[in-house]
Each structure stands twice: as structure tokens, then as C-alpha cells.
Nanobody, 119 residues
Framework: QVQLVESGGGLVQAGGSLRLACVAS????????MGWYRQPPGKQRELVAT?????ATNYADSVKDRFTISRDKNTVYLQMNSLKPEDTAVYYC???????????????WGEGTLVTVSS
């Protein structure tokens, strides 16, 4: 099985910064993608950023100029700068195990960490 443990959430003022971390363990395929999704209050879960084991990255348009995703082996980080109240959400770590570079895979999720940005 796969375990994802998140950390780094909290309460910050608008304009501040937070750094999230997620450590993956268990049966992790050679081809995989790790990243972050978020669910704001009253909205559906949405993509924030992902980084594949081969190096490709993907960012939501709303965070490209402020957030940076990075990986160190099976740990993924999300550096969040210039935070806005609309960034308030539960942030979920995601791992997608893939059997090849372009194959669909199995998704695993962390339990989430709350980020609250006050006005």
C-alpha cells in the first residue's frame, strides 16, 4: 500500500508564505506523478501543481506566478508565496502510480492539510 503524510498547513496573513511537504512511502512505481490538489470551502477539488518522476511539471494558471513545486525522491514540496484569501483550502497530496510514461494510473491521496489565509 501507499501512505502519504502531509505537513506545513496553517494560518497566515495575506501576502505571507507557507511551505507544504508530503512524504510518500510504500509501493511507489518507477513512473509516477506527485503533486497537490486543493478544495476551497464550498468548491470542488482542483489541481494546484504536479511533478512527474521524469521531471515534467504542471501548474494551475492561478498559482503559476506564486507557487513552486519541487521533489526530492519521494517527498514533494509546495512553496506558496504571496498567499491570497482565495488560496484558503484543504490541500491534498496526491500520488499517481503509472506503468509507463503515458499510461493512466492509480491515485492515492493524503488526508489533507488546512491552509487558511486571512484578509
Amino acid at each position: 500500500q501507499v501512505q502519504l503524510v502531509e505537513s506545513g498547513g496553517g494560518l497566515v496573513q495575506a501576502g505571507g508564505s507557507l511551505r507544504l511537504a508530503c512524504v510518500a512511502s510504500g509501493s511507489i512505481f518507477s513512473f509516477n506523478t506527485m503533486g497537490w490538489y486543493r478544495q476551497p470551502p464550498g468548491k470542488q477539488r482542483e489541481l494546484v501543481a504536479t511533478r512527474a518522476s521524469i521531471g515534467a511539471t504542471n501548474y494551475a494558471d492561478s498559482v503559476k506566478d506564486r507557487f513552486t513545486i519541487s521533489r526530492d525522491k519521494n517527498t514533494v514540496y509546495l512553496q506558496m508565496n504571496s498567499l491570497k484569501p482565495e488560496d484558503t483550502a484543504v490541500y491534498y497530496c496526491n500520488l499517481k502510480n503509472q506503468r509507463s510514461v503515458f499510461a493512466v494510473g492509480m491515485d492515492y491521496w493524503g488526508e489533507g492539510t488546512l491552509v487558511t489565509v486571512s484578509s
